[in-house]
């Protein structure tokens, strides 16, 4: 599959997933609570054994809300952009979206990507709060302010597959 990228299978116990560009590594146990460790080659999830792709899901879901929020906050006021919200989906077709209203939406699964494929559709996402549409001028504006644009797309694109875990 592209790019090194495997399905989980139905027991999650030793599944490498991407998170924030990073391997992270599940690890199945008995305890009650999800517990992360940073590693130096790469990141542990313990991950209780009972329900644990829902739980999965719920805590990934929750991180994603905390980075996306952060990230959004932050370069709307590098562009002097206001939106209205900013929103966390289990969208499978698009990895951020931008409605007439000015509320943005991710998916959950952007949070398996580099924090720089994380800038760009933040940037993309707010570029549409000034302009509706796909212009010259809107891609100006995402050129401003992620240069190499057309590079983190490329790896959006490229691993499209992460838009089917979990």
Known sequence: MGAGIELPPENLDG???LLLGKHC???LTEEKSIRFCKGH????????????RAKLVR???ENARRIFASVTEEKAH???VAYASASVSSAKSRWGSCSSEDKIRYTFRLLYAPREAIEYVVVHELAHVK???HSAAFWETVERYVPDWKKRRKWLKTHRLLMEIF
């Open 59 to 61: 805590w990934l879901k």
């Open 131 to 133: 302009h509706k549409n």
């Open 78 to 80: 590098e562009m002097g």
């Open 25 to 27: 590594l599940i690890r």
């Open 15 to 17: 599944y490498t997933f």
């Open 41 to 52: 080659t790469i990141d542990e999830l313990f991950l209780p054994k009972q329900n644990a």
